[in-house]
């Protein structure tokens, strides 16, 4: 069973930064998005970025700008970015990694999300 292992998630003054990292412990082939969720209290759980096998990065519109998704897909690993960071940014944010490998007849499929990391943004 593969694992995704977040890091970097911490304390932050308004406008300061931090680099969310997520490694895949193990490999994984076919990978199809890499991306990045993030959940408040007492919201749902909401795209933040994601970034295709082919490169084609999207984000939540609140954030472009502020936020730079970056992967290697060899390293199966994604980081997320996070610049002038604000209040309404704290949250968990997750790391989600889907994809789909094998012959036509017996495809399998998985979808992976890491255990969450607590990003808290102060005034």
């Known amino acids: 069973q593969v694992q995704l292992v977040e890091s970097g998630g911490g304390l932050v003054q308004s406008g300061g930064s931090l680099r969310l990292s997520c490694a895949a412990s193990?490999?994984?082939?076919?990978?199809?998005?890499m991306g990045w969720y993030r959940q408040a209290p007492g919201k749902e759980r909401e795209l933040v970025a994601s970034l295709t096998s082919r490169g084609t990065a999207n984000y939540a519109d609140s954030l472009k700008g502020r936020f730079i998704i970056s992967r290697d897909f060899a390293e199966n690993t994604v980081w997320l970015q996070m610049n002038n960071l604000k209040p309404e940014d704290t949250a968990v944010y997750y790391c989600?990694?889907?994809?789909?490998?094998?012959?036509?007849?017996?495809?399998?499929?998985?979808?992976?999300w890491g255990q969450g990391t607590q990003v808290t943004v102060s005034y």
């Open positions: 193990g490999r994984l082939f076919g990978i199809n998005v």
């Open positions: 989600n990694i889907n994809g789909a490998y094998g012959p036509v007849e017996r495809t399998y499929e998985y979808d992976y």
